[in-house]
C-alpha cells in the first residue's frame, strides 16, 4: 500500500488550496479514509473522515471550510481547503483504515496573515 500526497504551498490567509492523496495497493471505496495534520510543536490531529459509504466526519476548526472527497476513477482522496487560516499552516498526511493504519508521507501547507 502506497499513499502519495499532494498539493500542499504556501498560501496567504483566505485562499484555498486542494490536496490529494493517490492510493495504490488499495481500493479507497473499501476503506476509512482520514486526513490529519501537525503543526510545529503540536501533536498530529484529525482533519477529516470518509467511510466507505461516503459519510464524512470534520474537526471543529475546519467544519463549514474543509470538504473530503474521493474519485473513485483516480483511486485518490482530496482535501479542499478554503478560507485558510494561519493556524492551519501544518504537515498534512492521509491515512487509509485497512487492517492496520497507512499513512502517506505528508504535504506541507503554509498560510500566512
Known amino acids: 500500500v502506497q499513499l502519495q500526497a499532494s498539493g500542499g504551498g504556501l498560501v496567504q490567509a483566505g485562499e484555498a488550496l486542494r490536496l490529494s492523496c493517490a492510493a495504490s495497493g488499495i481500493n479507497l471505496r473499501a476503506e476509512t479514509a482520514q486526513w490529519y495534520r501537525q503543526a510545529p510543536g503540536k501533536e498530529r490531529e484529525l482533519v477529516a473522515t470518509?467511510?466507505?459509504?461516503?459519510?464524512?466526519n470534520y474537526a471543529d476548526f475546519v467544519k463549514g471550510r474543509f470538504t473530503i472527497s474521493r474519485d473513485n476513477a483516480q483511486n485518490m482522496s482530496c482535501l479542499q481547503m478554503n478560507s485558510l487560516k494561519a493556524e492551519d499552516t501544518a504537515v498534512y498526511y492521509c491515512?487509509?483504515?485497512?487492517?492496520?493504519?497507512?499513512w502517506g508521507q505528508g504535504t506541507q501547507v503554509t498560510v500566512s496573515s
Open positions: 470518509m467511510t466507505t459509504i461516503g459519510s464524512t
Open positions: 491515512s487509509v483504515l485497512a487492517k492496520g493504519r497507512y
